[in-house]
């Protein structure tokens, strides 16, 4: 029998808090504590639920932890010297100086989208390059635009090649707690010089694939949707198309019987669902909308989640990472499963006559 894999949460945010969750759904990972600055909601619920918290300067916040009645276990560095491997969820650009604990300490660590390339080496998309990760010490799961970006340029380069992508990033101004960055009355380009980060952060991890991408801020908070428009490296049916996303699990083909016609509707079936937070970690791709011409042009609407479809990425690059499995399809099957991915196929039913 092999032993669990010990994980700790260096951050228990947006990101943080769901992978600690999703952790503690897997049969074959322990979650040994959260990493937290100082008391608040997040670290109340998570005591709540039996998670040991560190702290990551207890000289700072130690008496501020006892002072409302929430125990500390000790420092993160000690959260760290128990796990096998980390997920660093701490504040985007932190990573490179929480690296250098993790180096110090021996510690293999998982680093987030908001990170640079560079603070890994290696970027992780399970369905694109799981393989890539195996034994790896440092790897970074790419940014929920990423994410969703790769899961769907991979399924339609492997049925049918793909030379050419544009692809524009309708993005939600913050998320729905971040009262500093949203909502906005505005539209905002992001950035205004062209093209965005988002084209070379997808080639990170599928390198062969040519894309470009621009971006703007939009006053909501539910989701990102992205406009795509590739070019096949054959004219197939819009519903070869369809047929061939279908074989992946983390993206949801959007049924137009279902009436499901803008990001609120996502989020609205997400909590008719009865999903954790409303979270919907599959590309939410509206089928209808999938349409290619005589050229092999293809275009067509996906929603992203941006809280939770980087999820399942991370706790797959837990087990390529430590080399508990090393079948990126099994890994994949296994967190869906735990998560509930994929547990929804409205296209398989009747619709209502």
């Known amino acids: 029998m092999v032993d669990k894999i010990k994980v700790a949460l260096n951050g228990y945010g947006t990101i943080g808090k769901r992978v600690a969750d999703a952790v503690r759904r897997q049969d074959d990972m322990e979650l040994v504590g959260i990493a937290k600055t100082k008391p608040d909601y997040e670290a109340y619920v998570a005591a709540k639920k039996g998670i040991p918290i560190y702290a990551v300067d207890p000289s700072k916040s130690e008496s501020k932890f006892k002072s409302v009645g929430l125990t500390l276990n000790g420092s993160s560095e000690d959260m760290i010297k128990k796990a096998d491997i980390v997920v660093d969820c701490a504040p985007e650009g932190l990573g490179e100086e929480n690296k250098k604990i993790y180096e110090k300490l021996g510690k293999k660590a998982i680093f987030q989208g908001g990170e640079e390339h560079e603070v890994a080496g290696t970027s992780f998309n399970a369905a694109a390059n799981y393989d890539k990760a195996i034994g790896k010490q440092f790897v970074r799961v790419v940014s929920c635009n990423t994410t969703g970006l790769c899961r769907l340029l991979y399924g339609l380069d492997t049925a049918f090649g793909v030379t050419k992508v544009r ?38 991890v599928l390198p062969h694939i040519k894309i470009d991408t621009v971006a703007v ?34 993206i949801w083909l959007i049924p137009a019987w279902l009436g499901i016609k803008s990001t609120g509707d996502c989020v609205e079936i997400g909590r008719d669902l009865g999903r954790p937070r409303y979270d919907m970690m599959e590309n939410c791709v509206w089928e209808e909308s ?22 399942p990425e991370n706790i797959d690059c837990i087990r390529a990472m430590t080399g508990i499995e090393k079948d990126g ?12 991915i994929g547990n929804f196929n409205p296209w398989t039913l009747i619709p209502p006559q």
């Open 167 to 204: 692809a524009t990033m309708m993005r939600r101004g913050g998320d729905p707690d971040d009262i500093k960055r949203g909502p906005i009355n505005a539209i905002v380009p992001d950035p205004i010089k062209l093209p965005s980060h988002h084209g070379p952060d997808v080639q990170t």
């Open 329 to 340: 399809k099994k890994s994949m099957a296994k967190t869906n499963k735990t998560l509930g």
């Open 217 to 250: 801020k939009l006053p909501t908070t539910l989701m990102h949707m992205h406009y795509v428009n590739a070019n096949l490296k054959k004219a197939v049916p819009a519903q070869e198309v369809a047929a061939a996303l279908k074989q992946y699990p983390r």
């Open 290 to 311: 999938i349409a290619v011409d005589s050229t092999g042009e293809l275009n067509l609407f996906q929603g992203i989640h941006q809280e939770s479809d980087v999820i």
